[in-house]
């Protein structure tokens, strides 16, 4: 299975993961919205969830953690792309915890190749197959 659900409210950013995703073998979706973003993944049997959270760390911290806790995405990853800056030191545990979990983060401006190296990262992390593409 290489499906990979996008929450990503920016209309330029979906097109761009969407084709490089598509182009390396994945199936990228593209969520209907984040309200109904915890809905959707409990019936798409998703490999990776891919969101950037629209308004701060936390929000974005605490949609990480609903995920994680939701038992019918177990063996899924998730890639959280960050566009502010994070570095406290409460933020650097809660990134630790993440990065331990065998998830990633990435930075904004995201160069495509990393973070496809990002993709593939975490693809790996939970065993998953890469695809025919990459």
Known sequence: ???????????????????????????PVIAASDQNVLQQVQTGHYS???????????????????????????????????RYPMFTAENAQKISQLLKSGDEYIHQPYDIDELLGRVRNVWDQYGHPLPKGG
């Open 48 to 82: 990776l969830l891919i969101f950037k959270p629209e308004n701060s760390f936390d929000e974005g911290w605490a949609l990480y953690c609903a995920l994680k806790s939701n038992p019918a995405l177990y063996g899924t990853g998730l890639l959280l792309l960050l």
């Open 1 to 27: 299975m290489t499906k990979i659900l996008i929450l990503v409210n920016d209309k330029d950013i979906q097109t761009l993961l969407e084709r490089a995703l598509e182009k390396e073998g994945y199936s």
